[in-house]
């Protein structure tokens, strides 16, 4: 029995990184002047951002959180999509020259994109394979 939830867990922590790095990689494409990611190693540095993300998404995004909580509310939560941005201009900062984030509006479109992500595949993907997996 637990070899299959870890089976389900890794599942779900692989979904969310290829999730991260298909979005990564698209706006990469789009706006080509303002991210940039390296591409050597045939992709590895995509999975490589991708994962400190997703990392960071799950054990450091909850404290920001809880600490910004007030301006979130103040803000009517119009201040959430900024904590992605932090966290895109952290890993920006991390990897150097295999990531280049440039400007403020684009990449807080692209953390607005990484949330509707996160909450769709919550929704579509990860809920129907816990439930199945049950």
Known sequence: ML???KKIR?????????GYALI?????????KTIAIDNSYLGLWGILISTVIYFLNK????IIFKLTL????LTL?????????FILKFVDFIFGNHLTIKGILLPLFIAIIISIM???MDEIVI?????KGK
């Open 3 to 5: 070899t299959k939830i």
């Open 10 to 18: 890794l599942l779900e922590n692989l979904i969310y990184i290829m």
């Open 24 to 32: 990564l990689l698209l706006m990469s494409m789009i706006f080509r």
């Open 59 to 62: 054990k450091v995004k909850p």
């Open 70 to 73: 007030p301006i979130t509310a």
């Open 77 to 85: 939560g119009i201040f959430y999509p900024f904590i992605n941005l």
């Open 118 to 120: 996160n909450f769709l």
């Open 127 to 131: 809920k129907p394979v816990l439930k």
